[in-house]
Every structure is written in structure tokens, then in C-alpha cells.
Nanobody
Framework: QVQLVESGGGLVQPGGSLRLSCAAT????????MKWYRQRPGKERELVAR????????AYVPSVKGRFTIDRDDAKKTVSLQMDRLNTEDTAVYYC??????????????WGKGPLVTVSS
């Protein structure tokens, strides 16, 4: 059974840090690109960070670059998002996503349920 289970959300003050983790089961984790999306109140879901299969290439949306770090551990089948210098604009539900393009199938996507991160004083 495919599952992505996130942990680490919660309430943090502006300027603080949180670390999100996502544990994968039921698929070949190492073959998938892993991503973190977020959906802020009243906004569409946006891609925040991504890390390629193999872990060598990372990318971030400009608003979090230099503050957020995505990493993966293929042996443990986990992906993490370290979030530093948080501000109120980072308040959102954060979703873990696994993505792989397969010939004759197209994009295969798995999603977690999304922990809420609230940045507030």
C-alpha cells in the first residue's frame, strides 16, 4: 500500500524553525523525485522545493530559497524540509509529493495528507 506520512507541523513564532518529515512506503522511493508543496489560506497549491532522484539536484521557489532546505534519505525512504527564518507568509498546509514519469503511463504522483504549519506570534 502506497503511503506518504508527514510529521513535524505545528505552531512557531516568526523567525523560528520547523522541520517537516515525510516517510514513504509501498513504492520504490529512490526512483521518484520528491517535492514539497504548500497551500496558503486563500491561495492555490504551489511547489516549494524539489529534489531529484539520486539527491544531487535541488530547486526552490524564490520566496523560500536560502531559508528552506530539502533533503532525502533513500535508505530510510524519507524526505525532509528544514524551514528556517519562518515568517507569517509561510503559514500553510504542506504536502509531500512523490513524482515519477513512466513510459506509456505518464506522470505517477503520490501525495501525503499535509501537516499544517502556522507562523504566528
Amino acid at each position: 500500500q502506497v503511503q506518504l506520512v508527514e510529521s513535524g507541523g505545528g505552531l512557531v513564532q516568526p523567525g523560528g524553525s520547523l522541520r517537516l518529515s515525510c516517510a514513504a512506503t509501498g513504492f520504490d522511493f529512490s526512483l521518484y523525485e520528491m517535492k514539497w508543496y504548500r497551500q496558503r489560506p486563500g491561495k492555490e497549491r504551489e511547489l516549494v522545493a524539489r529534489i531529484k532522484s539520486g539527491g544531487g539536484i535541488r530547486a526552490y521557489v524564490p520566496s523560500v530559497k536560502g531559508r528552506f532546505t530539502i533533503d532525502r534519505d533513500d535508505a530510510k525512504k524519507t524526505v525532509s524540509l528544514q524551514m528556517d527564518r519562518l515568517n507569517t507568509e509561510d503559514t500553510a498546509v504542506y504536502y509531500c509529493n512523490a513524482n515519477r514519469y513512466q513510459e506509456r503511463i505518464g506522470d505517477v504522483d503520490y501525495w501525503g495528507k499535509g501537516p499544517l504549519v502556522t507562523v504566528s506570534s
